[in-house]
C-alpha cells in the first residue's frame, strides 16, 4: 500500500495543486453558478432557496433573444473581419526571413502586456468628439463639426476587431508557416498563376488555421462586455452586458446564472468542434 | 544516346548562382540534348540542385544566360515554363486525392473535362496504379507517391523533365526498381530527363551523360564508361566508384613513357602530356590494381597484406604501404588470395592507370627513393 503510494507520490505532487486550484475556482463556482439559476430571485439580491425553472423560461423572452442574435452577429462580424485582416499579417509573418519572424511575432503579442481596458481607454481617447481624430481633422479643415464616431455600433465592431485580433493571427500563423515551400513550388511548377495557387492550395491547407483562428476569436468575443460600454456607451445590450446587469443592477441572479449556462454550453459546442478539426487535421 | 541528333535542349551560359557572397554555381557552361537522360552528380551543396532549381525557374540566375530550345528564359515564370519537376519529398497536394494531384496541370491550362479524364487514366495506367484514383497521397506508400508525382509532371508533356533526387527516400530495392522503370519510362516517351543525385551508383545506371559537379564547377560531363575509365579530375575519380590514389613525381620522360615516383616506390607507366617535375596524381580502381609476391617489371611498389574482407560477389584485399597509405584491391573469388601480412608488389596494367596532372604543380621531394626506370625496379 504505501509502495503503491510511493510510486504514485510524483504524481500526485505535480497536478495536485493544478487539481485543488481547478476544483476549488472552476468547478466549485460553476456548480454554484448552476444551482443558482435553478434558484428564485430575491427581491434584494441573492437568492430564495425555492427550486424554479423560471429563468430559463425568462430566457425566451423575445428581448434576449434578440440580444442573443445581436450577439452573435456582432461576434460574427468580428470573427469574419479579424480573418480578413489577419490572414494577410499572418502570411507576411509565415513567409518573414527566420530573424525578423520573432520580432513580428512579438509585436503581435506586445499588447498582451497591457490591460486590455486601458487599451480600449486609449481608442476612446482617440475617437470621441473631444477626441484626438476629431481634433486633427477639424484642424485640418477636412471637416467643420466634430464626427460621431464613439458610442456607435461600429466603435464597438472596431474595439472587438482590436482587441482580439492577435487571437485571429496567431492560429493561422501557425497554420500558413506550416505549409511545404515545396507544395507551393510544385503548384507553380504544373502552371498555376499565383492566385490560383493560394485558392487551391495555400486557403485550403490553411482551413484548420482559418477555423482554430475562428472559434479562438469567436468564444471570447461573446463574453467581452467592458468593450461594448467602454466603446458602444451601453447602448447596444450585449450577452456579456445582459449577463453582468443581472448580477450587479437588475437582481436577477437566477436569471444571469442561466444566461451564463448558456454562453457556457456554446462555447463548449465551439470547442468540441474545435477539438475534432484539429483530430482530423492530425489524421491527414 | 536515345537520338542521335544534336538539338540542344536546354542551354546555360556562363551561369553563376549567389547567395550574398556565397558562390554556389560558378560559370556554368551545360548544353543538355533533346532526349537525353542527362544526371547532375555530385555531394551535397555542390549546386546541383540550385542548377535544377534555376531551370524550373524557382531560383534567378545571379549572371549568364538558360535557354530552353534556344529562347532565353530569364524573363519566364516557373509555370510559363515548358518543363515540370519531381520534387524530392514528392510535394504532393495533401488535400486531394490521386486524381486531382495528377490532373492539376490540365486544370490549370484549362484543358477540357473529358480529355483531362483521359489523359489521367493514360498516366494512371502508365506508372501502373490504376483503381488508386481516389486514394489520398497519406494513404499510399513512398513508391506510390514517387509515381503520382511522376505522373503528375508528365501528363503536362513538358519539354523537360526536372528530377530532384526523386529516389532517396526509398528503401534500397525499391530505389533499384524505380531507377529501372525510370529509365524505360524515359527510353519510351523521349523527354528529355535531367535528374539530380549524389548516389554515383543511380548515375552510372540511368544516365546516358552524367554531369559531375563539385563546390559550383562543373568538374567533368560525360559517358557514365568515360567518366568512370577515364575521369578528368582527382574529385571524379575519387567520388565516382572506389578509387586508390596516388600523389608521385615525373622523374623522368622519355618517348611515350614517364618514371614516376611515389611516397611508396616507383613506377614507368605509359603516359603523353606530362613534363619532368611535375607532380602528378595516379588513379587506380581496386579492380585494376593487381598484387603479386613476385617482382613485376616496371614496378617497385611494396606492401604488407593487412586484411581481407568478403563482401558478396568480390573480395577486398587491404594492403598497406611502406607509408602507411592503405589500398582497396578487388579480385574474383576464384583467385587466391595471398595469406596476411605478406610482402607483395603493386602493379596494374598499361592503360588502367589515370594519370591526372595536379593543379598546383610542385617540387615533390622523394629522390632518395628513386631507382632507375629502365630497369623496371626489381632487385
Known sequence: MIKKLGKKLPTIVMIGPTFFWLILFVLIPLCYVIGISFLTKNAYGGVDGILSLQSYKDLFQSEYLKIFTGSLWLSLQTTILCLIIGYPFAYLIAKAPANRKKYMVLMIMLPFWINSIIRIYGWNTLLRTEGVINHLLIALGIISKPLEMLYTDGAVLLGMVYDLLPFTILPLYTSIEKIDTSLLEAARDLGATKRSTFMKIILPLTMPGIFAGSIQTFIPSLGLFYISEMMGGGKTMYIGNLIKNQFLSARNWPLGAALSIILIIITLILMKLYTRVGSLEDMA | ?379
Open chain 2, 1 to 379: 544516346m536515345a537520338k542521335m541528333q544534336d538539338k540542344v535542349m536546354i542551354r546555360l551560359r556562363d551561369v553563376d548562382k549567389c547567395y550574398g557572397t556565397n558562390k554556389v554555381v560558378k560559370s556554368l557552361n551545360l548544353d543538355i540534348r533533346e532526349g537525353e537522360f542527362l544526371t547532375l552528380l555530385g555531394p551535397s551543396g555542390c549546386g546541383k540542385t540550385t542548377t535544377l532549381r534555376m531551370i524550373a525557374g524557382f531560383e534567378e540566375v545571379t549572371e549568364g544566360q538558360i535557354f530552353l530550345e534556344g529562347e532565353n528564359v530569364e524573363d519566364k515564370k516557373p509555370n510559363q515554363r515548358d518543363v515540370n519537376t519531381v520534387f524530392q519529398n514528392y510535394a504532393l497536394f495533401p488535400h486531394m486525392n490521386v486524381e486531382d494531384n495528377i490532373a492539376f496541370g490540365l486544370v490549370e491550362k484549362k484543358v477540357k473535362k473529358p480529355e483531362i479524364k483521359r489523359r489521367v487514366g493514360e498516366m494512371l495506367k502508365m506508372v501502373q496504379l490504376e483503381g488508386m484514383e481516389k486514394r489520398l497521397p497519406a494513404q499510399m506508400s513512398g513508391g506510390q507517391k514517387q509515381r503520382v508525382a511522376i505522373a503528375r509532371a508528365l501528363i503536362n508533356r513538358p519539354k523537360v523533365l526536372l528530377l530532384d533526387e526523386p529516389l532517396g527516400a526509398l528503401d534500397l530495392k525499391l530505389r533499384k526498381q524505380m531507377q529501372f522503370e525510370l529509365k524505360h519510362l524515359q527510353k519510351k516517351l523521349g523527354i528529355t530527363f535531367i535528374y539530380v543525385t549524389h548516389d554515383q551508383e543511380e548515375a552510372l545506371t540511368m544516365s546516358d551523360r552524367i554531369a559531375v559537379m563539385n563546390q559550383g564547377i562543373l568538374e567533368q560531363i560525360g559517358a557514365p564508361e568515360e567518366i568512370y575509365n577515364r575521369p578528368a579530375t582527382k574529385f571524379v575519380a575519387d567520388f565516382i566508384g572506389e578509387t586508390n590514389i596516388f600523389e608521385a613525381y615525373v622523374e623522368e620522360v622519355m618517348d611515350g613513357r614517364i618514371g614516376i615516383s611515389l611516397e611508396a616506390g616507383t613506377a614507368a607507366v605509359k603516359a603523353a602530356g606530362f613534363h619532368k617535375e611535375e607532380m602528378v596524381y595516379i588513379c587506380v580502381r581496386p579492380e585494376n590494381l593487381k598484387i603479386s609476391a613476385e617482382p613485376v617489371i616496371d614496378f617497385n611498389i611494396r606492401g604488407k597484406v593487412k586484411e581481407h574482407v568478403f563482401i558478396g560477389s568480390v573480395n577486398k584485399t587491404i594492403v598497406e604501404l611502406v607509408n602507411g597509405q592503405e589500398l582497396k584491391i578487388t579480385t574474383q573469388p576464384d583467385v587466391e588470395l595471398l595469406s596476411m601480412g605478406s610482402e607483395v608488389n603493386l602493379f596494374w596494367n598499361e592503360g588502367k592507370g589515370i594519370l591526372l596532372h595536379t593543379k598546383e604543380e610542385q617540387i615533390y621531394n622523394l629522390i632518395e627513393n628513386t631507382v632507375k626506370i629502365e630497369g623496371g625496379g626489381d632487385d
